[in-house]
């Protein structure tokens, strides 16, 4: 861009030369920032916080990444519609573990069995049952297995989704709380609405039973 920009400003358009230099450099800077590859955790890189654990995550997310592109490359290769169906749904699992985690890393440790050890097992038993639909005698038997290991495996996938966010739920319920508690203490304890008379019939009852 700078190149470019210099020769145009100073002969082009007749500008002195160091002014055409300065703005080129400051064009080439420009378009080299919005071309950069974008990083996750960009507010937590800024703010210091954890720095060491964001390190680690971003360092199983780029291992795992490649993984979730296996799963997807092998769904494409797969010619029963169940499997493949299956084996995208692993692939997309996968992708909203990530964004989760890009949000907020500290959840690592709910989730780390699943990058390091299932995601990976996923894609090679994805690929293989690829290459056994390949073969040139169907190996039913192993068909059988390796497609009854990819349903377990979306069953692991989906709880290691929940538990992220079961983690969410936590964090609002620590928040409720917390505000409930500030509310408490500014307006006095929140009063019970009154009971309709059909909810004092019904306690009523409950209390005969």
């Not at 680690?56 to 797969?78: G, M």
């Amino acid at each position: 861009m700078a190149a470019v920009m210099v020769p145009l400003l100073a002969i082009g358009a007749g500008m002195p030369f160091w002014l055409a230099c300065l703005i080129g450099a400051a064009a080439g800077s420009g378009v080299g920032v919005l071309v950069a590859p974008r990083s996750a955790f960009p507010q937590l890189d800024a703010s210091g916080v954890a720095r060491g654990k964001i390190a680690f995550v971003r360092e199983l997310l780029t291992d795992a990444t490649p993984q979730a592109q296996r799963l997807d490359a092998a769904a494409n290769a797969i010619r029963a519609p169940q499997i493949a169906v299956r084996v995208r749904h692993l692939s997309s699992i996968a992708r909203g573990i990530f964004a989760a985690l890009e949000k907020d890393p500290l959840r690592i440790e709910r989730v780390r069995r699943f990058l390091t050890y299932y995601l990976p097992r996923a894609a090679e038993i994805a690929e293989a049952y690829a290459a056994l639909e390949r073969g040139a005698l169907p190996d039913t038997p192993r068909m059988a297995s390796t497609g009854e290991l990819i349903d377990r495996l979306d069953t692991a996938f989906t709880r290691y989704a929940a538990s992220l966010r079961d983690a969410d739920l936590d964090k609002l319920d620590i928040e409720l709380k917390l505000l409930k508690s500030s509310l408490d203490e500014d307006l006095g304890p929140a009063i019970a609405p009154a009971k309709t008379p059909d909810q004092a019939t019904a306690d009523q009852g409950k209390g005969r039973a």
